[in-house]
T-cell receptor, first 113, second 109 residues
Framework: NAGVTQTPKFQVLKTGQSMTLQCAQDMNHNSMYWYRQDPGMGLRLIYYSASEGTTDKGEVPNGYNVSRLNKREFSLRLESAAPSQTSVYFC????????????FGQGTRLTVV | EDKVVQSPLSLVVHEGDTVTLNCSYEVTNFRSLLWYKQEKKAPTFLFMLTSSGIEKKSGRLSSILDKKELFSILNITATQTGDSAVYLCARGSNYKLTFGKGTLLTVNP
């Protein structure tokens, strides 16, 4: 079982560059999430998608865009990277029609220089 | 609001000690409370709580939810060095999953 697959694992960007983080789940979950994790800050919600075709802002959406391409895939785009976006990014999915645990990808360590 | 507050933010104990980690949350649209353990990689699931007063247990770990007072606790008995980690709690509402800042637990030999 692959679960949640997140790519890439590591990335270094220059300020102003753009990139897309990819996330795919094979558990047929309706809801998907993007979080960032900085030291001492827990997991902060960037965007989430309650179901295919819908997306909503979380706590820290500025500087990011998302696409829920289909039920399996939820991508996160940085249009113009800034050093403040240096972080570890996690994608997660869960079934919210009846509550389940959230399953996480392995994370992407992004450095913006 | 979706606020989740964990305490303490960090804790240092000796092997064999018992620890209690706290998580309080806001009530709006509350559906579930989840606990995770994180050791330098992706969080791993511990418990999901939806009903008040029912303890969930797994080995030396246990957790309970109080929906009247809006908090949950995670207990770890007879701690081991392998319990050293960040413990995260999360509040599930209609579709959102909001995490607290976590408690950094260090267990010294």
């Amino acid at each position: 079982n692959a679960g949640v697959t997140q790519t890439p694992k590591f990335q270094v960007l220059k300020t102003g560059q753009s990139m897309t983080l990819q996330c795919a789940q094979d558990m047929n979950h309706n809801s998907m999430y993007w979080y960032r994790q900085d030291p001492g800050m827990g997991l902060r919600l960037i965007y989430y998608s309650a179901s295919e075709g819908t997306t909503d802002k979380g706590e820290v959406p500025n500087g990011y865009n998302v696409s829920r391409l289909n039920k399996r895939e939820f991508s996160l785009r940085l249009e113009s990277a800034a050093p403040s976006q240096t972080s570890v990014y996690f994608c997660a999915s869960r079934e919210t029609n009846w509550d389940t645990e959230a399953f996480f990808g392995q994370g992407t360590r992004l450095t913006v220089v | 609001e979706d606020k989740v507050v964990q305490s303490p933010l960090s804790l240092v104990v000796h092997e064999g000690d018992t620890v209690t980690l706290n998580c309080s949350y806001e009530v709006t649209n509350f559906r579930s409370l989840l606990w995770y353990k994180q050791e330098k990689k992706a969080p791993t699931f511990l418990f999901m709580l939806t009903s008040s007063g029912i303890e969930k247990k797994s080995g030396r770990l246990s957790s309970i939810l109080d929906k009247k007072e809006l908090f949950s606790i995670l207990n770890i008995t007879a701690t081991q060095t392998g319990d050293s980690a960040v413990y995260l709690c999360a509040r599930g509402s209609n579709y959102k999953l909001t995490f607290g800042k976590g408690t950094l637990l260090t267990v010294n030999p």
